[in-house]
């Protein structure tokens, strides 16, 4: 038998290995390059997309114009807004300081920043990570005041306002609900514990030492930056996004996927003495209640295709971006656009899909409950409207054709009885079930999603409503939290908001002293004394909540 030498054999199989690995990225670079075929069409704006595996760079391609109006290609190395993927460094810039022994996450923020309001509960510089603090956030907050989509806004802006607020959304720990103020606030504390400015910080500390060449925070957004792209709205039409973001701490990184992959490098392979550091970037705490909160600090720490995963996304203008790591397979996506119907989320998941596989988890297989038959006098019991007063949702139940009907701002859904008291919604994609106080008595329903904590809904106890009565409604209410007033009037028996900024805004009556209306005001309700008379309203439009407007006339 002939003999050949072991290193002969060693390198005939390491050439095999490499070969079969060419093979396998040239399979995946096809895949995932077809993915982008729209992005590459004449006059359509586009994005770059960059892969790496166990180390290596597999695919980086740009697509599509970084200017319509000039004709200007993006390219691998074009820079991007990122949006609230900026949040994972402004995070990482709090981990370093508590590293070096300046700060600690369970340091109360009046602490660092004593001019804001004290709201009688402590608000920690874990909660502003976790976006368990309550604050009221930005953009709505600032709606509400009067701020329209394309205005510019600062963090200036933000510290002015803030100091106004005499309530918080929430309180602190209790609820996970996005909020950029924190985040913005975060470089208050930065600033304020190592007297240089944020950027320049952030620059010297954070992008420099980890090799980030072409990342930078961006305050002004006026300012002339070569081999930036100009991001737009539409899908087919395109029309370019109007620049306002001055704001950093909560976004306005901008950076390249080269940079970016350098960056999600480090969840698998952390730079020497960056160990602790991105360990604790991936922190999550849970809730007072004992629910999970799956936002750690500054990124999402879930699960996809059964892997783990460490995830942002963002959205500013018309970018949108989108970062993944799968640090136990060692993968990094970075998907950036600039075209707001760009979806680099879902294509980051198509392309985790062609390298990783489907998921050999088994899925969670469909729910499956047996019906029982109630009478229609027992159906007629659970009949009425019921409110969430935490997220300001309606429902209404009725009797109709046999089977009762759920109904909110969707359309009607039936409810199937699997006991005397308990329902199934039926035509969701998620097993809901609605479950009523007691079979003779209404006054409350529970709806719990896949087996989660119950969402409570009181019963209005007298929802009826006549048109006469909308001119209680009518008159001028003014919040000192945001130094603005909302005028109720009523024309041709329909009622509206005016505010001078936003003009009109129709509304229309949920129930008593209830109104729904277009954004910034989505909810208001009427706040009576003990004799009747309204004294205010409280408005909740998402994020923030139930801020006060005094009746002045």
Avoid at 5 to 19: C, D, I, K, T, Y
Avoid at 49 to 62: E, H, L, N, P, W
Avoid at 114 to 127: A, M, N, Q, S
Wanted: glycine share 8%; charged share 25%.
């Amino acid at each position: 038998m002939k003999k050949y030498n072991p290193l002969f054999v060693l390198a005939v199989l390491l050439l095999f290995s490499l070969e079969s690995l060419a093979q396998s990225d040239a399979a995946w670079n096809q895949k995932i390059d077809s993915l982008f075929t729209e992005w590459n069409t004449p006059n359509h704006p586009g994005g770059a997309i960059a892969v790496m595996k166990d180390g290596k760079t597999i695919f980086s391609q740009a697509y599509g114009l970084a200017s319509l109006e000039y004709l200007v290609p993006n390219s691998t190395g074009t820079i991007f807004n990122t949006g609230s993927v900026s949040k994972q460094f402004t995070a990482m810039g709090i981990v370093r300081l508590e590293e070096e022994g300046k700060l600690s996450f369970d340091d109360d923020i009046r602490k660092y920043i004593p001019e804001l309001p004290d709201f009688g509960e402590k608000i920690t510089i874990r909660h502003m990570l976790h976006h368990t603090s309550g604050l009221r956030s930005l953009h709505t907050l600032f709606g509400l005041a009067g701020w329209r989509d394309d205005d510019s806004r600062s963090n200036a802006d933000l510290n002015r306002i803030i100091l106004n607020q005499e309530d918080l959304n929430f309180s602190p720990g209790s609820e996970y609900l996005y909020c950029n103020t924190g985040y913005m606030l975060m470089v208050n504390i930065i600033e304020n514990v190592t007297g240089e400015v944020f950027k320049e910080w952030m620059q010297e500390n954070i992008f420099s030492e980890l090799n980030m060449s072409q990342t930078y925070v961006e305050d002004l957004y006026s300012r002339v930056v070569p081999n930036n792209a100009t991001s737009y709205y539409g899908s087919d039409h395109f029309e370019r996004a109007v620049e306002y973001w001055g704001y950093v701490g909560s976004g306005n990184m901008h950076s390249t996927t080269a940079d970016l992959l350098t960056w999600l490098s480090n969840f698998s392979h952390p730079k020497k003495g960056w160990e602790s550091s991105f360990l604790k970037m991936q922190t999550v705490d849970l809730l007072t209640d004992g629910s999970e909160n799956d936002y750690a600090f500054g990124v999402i720490v879930d699960e996809h295709l059964g892997k783990k995963r460490i995830q942002h996304g963002g959205s500013i203008g018309g970018f949108r971006a989108y970062v993944a790591t799968y640090p136990e397979d060692e993968l990094s996506i970075v998907a950036l656009t600039n075209f707001s119907a760009g979806n680099p989320g879902g294509h980051s998941n198509q392309i985790a899909e062609i390298i990783l596989g489907k998921s050999d988890v088994e899925p969670t297989p469909k729910p499956t409950f047996k019906s029982i038959s109630l009478s229609n006098e027992t159906l007629a019991k659970f009949e009425g409207t019921y409110w969430d007063n935490k997220a300001k949702s309606m429902q209404k139940v009725q009797l109709k054709n046999d089977t009762l009907r759920y109904s909110g701002t969707g359309r009607e859904r039936a409810l199937v009885p699997i006991s005397s008291n308990t329902f199934k919604l039926l035509d969701v994609p998620a097993d809901v079930e609605v479950k009523f106080e007691t079979a003779t008595k209404k006054d409350q329903l529970l709806v719990s999603v896949d087996g989660g904590a119950p969402s409570t809904f009181k019963e209005v106890a007298n929802p009826e409503f006549k048109e006469e009565d909308l001119k209680d409604y009518v008159g001028e209410y003014y919040s000192s939290e945001v130094e603005t007033t909302y005028t109720i009037s009523v024309k041709d028996g329909k009622i509206e908001l005016y505010q001078v900024r936003h003009g009109f805004i129709p509304a229309k009556v949920l129930f008593k002293d209830v109104l729904t209306a277009d954004y910034p005001t989505n909810v208001i309700q009427f706040v009576r004394d003990s004799k009747g008379k309204i004294t205010g309203i409280l408005i909740t439009n998402g994020r923030v909540r139930n801020a006060w407007f005094k009746k002045v006339l």
